[in-house]
């Protein structure tokens, strides 16, 4: 059983489309997360968000609009793609009440703008 | 502001050589410090972990001891093999309530035979 399960692990799209990035955990984590790792595989966070709530939202243009149905669903939504949003998008999770700051990730959508 | 500084990449070792990945790190308060590697084509995953000064996290022939003198949490491991070629991150926890990690900008290994 995949604990951290994203999809798609591919998109390529154009320029100006709008497009979903779907995860979804299994570990029955209180917090999910959206990391974006460019081309020299620096990692930097962009959303958090704990029992559904937003908890961190870093600088990312407002094209990025995180949805949570539920805490076990964190689904990623792009508007007006660019060329620079091509990178690679981690989902991930974690257990607040464990305070470990350890989080388990995906195995990472990699998105390409053409 | 909390940071991590790691040593760039890429390294290249000979099976069998001694392994050195350099980390430092800034933070307000006490935070937990952690290796994570990220093997081709996959997520990242929890290679070792140390929550407070002194503590040692250690975890397939990998060790870290977390320093709060020098602020440094440095990954060494005494003979690598061909399978640990992969990005390693160091990364720190604030722990704030919300487990948001600070992660360094990885460092790639990779070990030829």
């Known amino acids: 059983d995949t604990a951290v399960s994203q999809t798609p692990k591919y998109l390529v799209t154009q320029m100006g489309n709008d497009k979903s990035i779907k995860c979804e955990q299994n570990?029955?984590?209180?917090?999910m997360y959206w990391y974006k790792q460019d081309s020299k595989k620096f990692l930097k966070i962009m959303f958090s968000?704990?029992?559904?709530?937003?908890?961190i939202n870093e600088t990312v243009p407002n094209r990025f609009s995180p949805k949570s149905p539920d805490k076990a669903h964190l689904n990623l939504h792009i508007n007006s793609l660019e060329l620079g949003d091509s990178a690679v998008y981690f989902c991930?999770?974690?257990?607040?009440?464990?305070?470990?700051?350890?989080?388990?990730f995906g195995e990472g959508s990699r998105l390409t703008v053409l | 502001g909390n940071s991590v500084t790691q040593m760039e990449g890429p390294v290249t070792l000979s099976e069998e050589a001694f392994l050195t990945i350099n980390c430092t790190y800034t933070?307000?308060?006490?935070?937990?410090l952690f290796w994570y590697v990220q093997y081709p084509g996959e997520g990242l995953q929890l290679l070792l972990k140390?929550?407070?000064?002194?503590d040692k996290g250690s975890n397939k022939g990998f060790e870290a001891t977390y320093r709060k003198e020098t602020t440094s949490f440095h990954l060494e491991k005494g003979s690598v093999q061909v399978s640990d070629s992969a990005v390693y991150f160091c990364?720190?926890?604030?722990?704030?309530?919300?487990?948001?990690?600070?992660f360094g900008t990885g460092t790639r290994l990779t070990v030829i035979p």
């Open positions: 991930a999770s974690s257990d607040s009440g464990m305070n470990t700051g350890e989080l388990f």
């Open positions: 570990l029955g984590h209180d917090t």
């Open positions: 968000y704990n029992n559904k709530e937003l908890i």
């Open positions: 933070a307000t308060g006490y935070p937990s």
């Open positions: 140390a929550t407070k000064a002194d």
């Open positions: 990364a720190l926890s604030d722990l704030n309530g919300a487990n948001n990690l600070f």
